[in-house]
């Protein structure tokens, strides 16, 4: 699976499938394989953020920077575990996890109200000012009892977007 010009054999589409809990397919799995050949134009079995820029959906993405952190370097398994919290047979904690990691750029388990500043600023650019996205993010935080100092943790978020009907669905053609 190292090297992207060789074939996926029927074990390597099973241990990815496994390895993302069956969120895909087997089918599935095989045309994310093609896909991933397609990005990984040096053919070295990884993909770059910048390769990633060529996914057109993924360039003009307002958290394309933070994910970009995510992306970089990944191999096979890494990148259908990464889109594994878009599938639609992802549990809501799978997804939850996705969102958290967004949020959690140095990985250390908490996000505080300045993560969740910087992702607001990503994705509202100028629409709105600096005080206004303070307000609304200081107002939600309270509406949901926390307070402008208060770290979130991973069971935070669960709480938070549990019972939010969140939907993060792709649909990946299969050939």
């Not at 060529?54 to 990944?74: H, I, K, T, Y």
């Not at 990464?82 to 996000?111: H, M, P, W």
């Not at 307000?135 to 978020?157: C, I, M, N, P, R």
């Amino acid at each position: 699976m190292g090297n992207t010009s060789s074939m996926l054999t029927q074990y390597d589409i099973e241990e990815v499938q496994e390895h993302c809990n069956h969120t895909f397919s087997l089918q599935e799995i095989a045309s994310l394989y093609q896909r991933f050949c397609q990005l990984d134009r040096n053919g070295g079995g990884f993909i770059s953020a910048e390769e990633f820029l060529s996914v057109p959906e993924f360039a003009v993405n307002p958290l394309s920077q933070r994910l970009f952190r995510m992306v970089d370097g990944l191999n096979f398994k890494e990148f259908v575990a990464f889109l594994s919290a878009f599938s639609s047979r992802a549990t809501l904690q799978q997804k939850v996890e996705f969102i958290f990691k967004v949020y959690d750029l140095d990985g250390n388990g908490k996000v505080a109200f300045n993560n969740m500043l910087d992702v607001l600023r990503d994705l509202t650019g100028q629409f709105i000012s600096e005080q206004q996205r303070e307000q609304v993010l200081t107002h939600v935080l309270e509406e949901a009892g926390y307070k402008k100092d208060s770290f979130l943790v991973l069971a935070d978020f669960m709480k938070i977007l549990g019972s939010s009907g969140l939907k993060m669905e792709v649909e990946v053609p299969v050939d």
